[in-house]
Structure formats: structure tokens, C-alpha cells
Antibody, heavy 121, light 108 residues
Framework: EMQLLESGGDLVQPGESLRLSCAAS????????MSWVRQAPGKGLEWVSA????????YYADSVKGRFTISRDNSKNTLYLQMNSLRAEDTATYYC??????????????WGQGTLVTVSS | ESVLTQSPGTLSLSPGERATLTCRAS???????IAWYQQQPGQAPRLLIY???SRATGIPDRFSGSGSGTDFTLTISRLEPEDFAVYYC?????????FGQGTKVEIK
């Protein structure tokens, strides 16, 4: 059974850093693009970042560009999101999402349960 | 950036009724690269439809998608109790990929 398990969410202060991890199982991780999508409390979905299957190409929303870095370790079946210079508006549940193929265009066919990041002083 | 506008914001219906949700894009969506997701309270979204009209694995045939260009529709032919949820459209043909703001289908 396919599974995406996020971890690393926490309460941090503005300006601090955090690294999220997503452990994947039940499918050939190296064959699919992966993304992070977030959802602020009571709000809609916002795409954050994506990486192709081989890790050669990365993409970011303007709202996080220069502050967040996506990466993956295909040998460990794990996706990461390094978040620096966190702001209050980054407060959200962060979902690890599997793409339907290795590169664009792809839709999101499986979602993790999410990990909550709270940025507050 | 292609902005997706969903309507209505909230749809109040009874079980057994038909639900029609719309998603309008600010620019034509290439390849009809539109997906629809369902989100229950406290849960992650679940894929329903991709490519504007293809049902995902395990999705009941009461869910159907249609449309092209800038106008897309998700139809639930007869609402079951488990269908009351929030629905999001998503375009994945342009950059950046974007989501609609959601339509809540609630019990009348």
C-alpha cells in the first residue's frame, strides 16, 4: 500500500528554520515527481514546491522562493523541505504529495496526512 | 499565473440531489489539465478527477468531470452522505500550478 508520512512540523518563532521530511513507501519513489502543498488553518490549498523524479529540476511558489529548498534522497525514499526565515504567514499544514509521473505535466494522485508548522512568537 | 475561480462558494443540498460545481480559469488551460479533489474535515485531499474528465482509481461513477478551455465542471449525480465535503479544482498545465478557493457542499 502506498504511503507518505510527513514529519518535522513544530512551533517555531519568526525568522527560525525547520526541515520537513516525507518518508515514502509502497511505490517506486525514484520514478515520480514530488511536491509540497500547504493549507493555512481554515483556508484553501497552496502549492509550495516541486521536484522532478531525478531531482534535477526544482520549482517554487513566489511566496517561498529564496527561503525554502526542496530536496530528495531516492536511496532513502525520502523528500525534504528546508524552510528558512519562517514567517507567520507560513503557518499551515504541509502535505507531501506524489505526482502522477516523473515530470510535468502531472496531477497529484496521493497525499500524505500532513504535518503542522506554526510560526509564532 | 492562471487564477481559478470556483462557484458557488457553498452549495446546500440534500442527499440524493445533484450537485454541479464550476471552476473558471483566467486563461485557457492547456491540455485540459484540470483535476478535482475532495477534502473531508481533518483529512488530506483525495484525487477524484484528472484530465478534466477521467475518474481516479476507486472513485464512484456518480462523480463526473467535464469542460475545456476556461470552464470546467464537477458533477455529483446523486449525493451520498459521505460526499458532503469541500471540493477543489487544480490546474497543472501552467506555471505555477494553482488551486481554486474551494466549494463546500453542505447538507441542507
Amino acid at each position: 500500500e502506498m504511503q507518505l508520512l510527513e514529519s518535522g512540523g513544530d512551533l517555531v518563532q519568526p525568522g527560525e528554520s525547520l526541515r520537513l521530511s516525507c518518508a515514502a513507501s509502497g511505490f517506486t519513489f525514484s520514478g515520480y515527481a514530488m511536491s509540497w502543498v500547504r493549507q493555512a488553518p481554515g483556508k484553501g490549498l497552496e502549492w509550495v514546491s516541486a521536484m522532478t523524479d531525478n531531482g534535477r529540476s526544482t520549482y517554487y511558489a513566489d511566496s517561498v522562493k529564496g527561503r525554502f529548498t526542496i530536496s530528495r534522497d531516492n536511496s532513502k525514499n525520502t523528500l525534504y523541505l528546508q524552510m528558512n526565515s519562517l514567517r507567520a504567514e507560513d503557518t499551515a499544514t504541509y502535505y507531501c504529495v506524489k505526482g502522477s509521473s516523473g515530470s510535468r505535466p502531472y496531477y497529484f494522485d496521493n497525499w500524505g496526512q500532513g504535518t503542522l508548522v506554526t510560526v509564532s512568537s | 499565473e492562471s487564477v481559478l475561480t470556483q462557484s458557488p462558494g457553498t452549495l446546500s443540498l440534500s442527499p440524493g440531489e445533484r450537485a454541479t460545481l464550476t471552476c473558471r480559469a483566467s486563461q485557457s488551460v492547456s491540455g485540459s489539465y484540470i483535476a478535482w479533489y475532495q477534502q473531508q474535515p481533518g483529512q488530506a485531499p483525495r484525487l477524484l478527477i484528472y484530465g478534466a474528465s477521467s475518474r481516479a482509481t476507486g472513485i464512484p461513477d456518480r462523480f463526473s468531470g467535464s469542460g475545456s478551455g476556461t470552464d470546467f465542471t464537477l458533477t455529483i449525480s446523486r449525493l451520498e452522505p459521505e460526499d458532503f465535503a469541500v471540493y477543489y479544482c487544480h490546474q497543472y498545465g501552467g506555471s505555477p500550478r494553482t488551486f481554486g478557493q474551494g466549494t463546500k457542499v453542505e447538507i441542507k
